[in-house]
Structures are given as C-alpha cells and as structure tokens.
C-alpha cells in the first residue's frame, strides 16, 4: 500500500518562510512526478509546483516564480517546497500529489495528501 505524507506548514507573517515536505512511501515500483497544489476557500485546487522525477524538470505557477523552490531527496522518495517571501494570498490547504506507479499495478496512478494548512499574516 502506497501513502503520501505532508509535514511543514504553519502560520507566518508575511515575508516569512516556510517549507513543507511530502514524502511517498510503501511499496513503490517508480515515481513519474510529485508536486504540490493549493486550495484556498472558495477557490479550485491549483498547481503551485511540479518536478518530474527522471528529469528533474520544474513547474512553477507564475504566482509563485521566484519565490518557492521544489527539490526532490531521490532516495526518501521525498520533495520539499521551500517558500519565501510569503505573501497573505498564499494562504491555503497545501496538498501533496504523486504520479507513481506501485509495484502491485502495472500503470502509473494518483495519490494525494490530506493536505496541511498555510496561513500567512499580514
């Protein structure tokens, strides 16, 4: 069985930092790509930054270039988000996403986070 795990999150003032962390564990046969969504009230989940597991490619929201870097930790099947230069519109449910494919299963499949909350003061 397969689990995504989010940790970090807080609360912040603005200008701050804050990192998260989402590590993918169980039985794993390869990892496609993890990244990391928001939601905030009312609003839809939405892509914040995405990293492809062979390549090492990032996808950043244009909101958020410049301020928040993703890495990966290959061997802990682990990425990291590091953001700076909070502002109070980034507050919102972080989720953790990965595209792996687990090694009962033949093709890639979604798991999700329970998400960790981010609240940035102003």
């Known amino acids: 069985q397969v689990q995504v795990v989010e940790s970090g999150g807080g609360v912040v003032q603005a200008g701050g930092s804050l990192r998260l962390s989402c590590a993918a564990s169980?039985?794993?046969?390869?990892?496609?790509?993890m990244g990391w969504y928001r939601q905030a009230p009312g609003s839809q989940r939405e892509l914040v930054a995405r990293?492809?597991?062979?390549?090492?490619?990032?996808n950043y929201a244009d909101s958020v270039k410049g301020r928040f870097a993703i890495s990966r930790d290959n061997a802990k099947n682990t990425v990291h988000l590091q953001m700076s230069s909070l502002k109070p519109e980034d507050t919102a449910v972080y989720y953790c996403?990965?595209?792996?494919?687990?090694?009962?299963?033949?093709?890639?499949?979604?798991?999700w986070g329970q998400g960790t909350q981010v609240t940035v003061s102003s």
């Open positions: 996403k990965a595209v792996l494919t687990p090694r009962s299963a033949d093709r890639a499949t979604t798991y």
């Open positions: 169980g039985s794993i046969y390869s990892i496609t790509n």
């Open positions: 990293i492809v597991w062979s390549s090492g490619n990032r």
